[in-house]
């Protein structure tokens, strides 16, 4: 029986993802990191038949010996912790070579954004555009310096220096958007933080001229990907082999998950015009933030909405045969924006009303 150890189950990405592999494959052997027993009671809730055991990503021990133990480690939780990608590593290199150990990392995107960010620009387009097949070379050996490639590194090299017994595959989503299924949180972050900013200042915005591209993938399809992923590890990881066929593991497997890509400034309009139907702000006006102006939205918000991160899915689906089958993301605003109108407590017609017009 495959057994499975996974982190993330309460998260946004990794909640959906255990809810695709766990109803496509009940017969499988999992086992769920959790912090604790309110945790560990929401995923019981879900998933009776989940094995919980108790700790956080610094739990180093626990991880390395739950590696040592599963088939496949699905590590959805953090892209950017390294003694918890360094235990699962050392985990799974205790295998022996006759039953290698699977590790699918989660990266993400933001990798690619270290050339707006060194230049200090935002705001502007790139037509920098990277891929996962015939270019992975370039994007597993970007700087050191780009955002989540400490990780990367640890995960490449466990999957080139252990080959025999570590097999890596590191999923690098882009900006992620739809409702989640899993037990914990249901929400993404770039779009909803948007839409939530947009609410609270009561007018559309972008950074600087709101030019940038980025990647876009829906939760669900993100979640197909990681299945096709568990579904190779768990049948060894070399079925359906044709010559020529793209490394799934090991130093090339690595895959950009995409579905589609979008400007920033149109999602802002997107956003402010849908917000102004809904009547939750009194101007569907789109105006410009500076870099400082947009980090005081959120977190690194200057460089989610103002830097360039663009990316093509070619390796999941010349090797998977994985294609994105959900909502687009402008289809996906309407509820975007009810959601956080709903959590910041607003109700349609609440501009028109604070405006005396109703």
């Known amino acids: 029986m495959t057994k499975i150890f996974a982190t993330g189950a309460t998260g946004y990405i990794g909640g959906d993802a255990l809810y695709t592999i766990v109803n496509a494959h009940p017969e499988y052997d999992i086992t769920c990191l959790v912090r604790n027993s309110d945790k560990g009671a929401l995923v019981a809730t879900y998933y ?17 010996e739950e590696a040592k133990k599963a088939d496949i480690v699905c590590h959805f939780a953090h892209a950017d912790h390294v003694p918890s990608a360094t235990a699962i590593a050392n985990g799974l290199a205790a295998h022996e070579a006759s039953r290698p150990g699977f590790f699918i990392h989660t990266s993400g995107t933001g990798i690619l954004l270290f050339t707006d960010i060194k230049s200090g620009t935002y705001g502007e387009a790139s037509d920098k555009i990277y891929d996962d097949l015939e270019g992975v070379s370039e994007v597993t050996s970007l700087p050191g310096d780009a955002p989540h490639r400490n990780v990367d590194k640890i995960v490449l090299q466990a999957g080139t220096e252990y080959s025999d017994r570590v097999k890596t595959a590191i ?26 900013s947009v609410l609270e200042r009561g007018y559309g915005f972008q950074v600087n001229a709101g030019k940038t591209y980025w990647g876009n993938v829906h939760v669900h399809d993100l979640s197909d990907l990681y299945l096709k992923l568990v579904k190779e590890a768990a049948a060894g990881g070399s079925t359906a082999e044709w010559p020529g066929k793209p490394a799934l593991w090991g130093a090339e497997g690595y895959y950009f998950c995409e579905g589609g890509e979008h400007v920033w400034g149109e999602v802002s309009q997107d956003i402010a015009t849908e917000a102004h139907k809904q009547g939750l702000i009194q101007t569907n006006e789109v105006r410009s933030l500076s870099k400082e102006e947009a980090d005081k939205c959120t977190a690194w918000g200057s460089a989610m909405w103002g830097a360039n991160s663009r990316a093509r899915a070619k390796r999941a689906r010349v090797a998977l045969k994985w294609e994105p089958k959900a909502a687009n993301l402008h289809d996906e605003i309407k509820a975007t924006v009810e959601v956080e109108a709903k959590n910041l407590g607003l109700k349609p017609g609440h501009a028109r009303q604070a405006a005396g017009e109703v």
């Open 48 to 64: 009776p038949k989940i094995k919980l055991v108790y700790g956080d990503l610094d739990s180093t021990e626990l991880l390395e």
């Open 171 to 196: 999923v690098c989503p882009p900006t992620i958007y739809g409702a989640g299924r899993g037990p914990g949180n249901k929400r993404s972050h770039q779009v909803p933080e948007l839409a939530r």
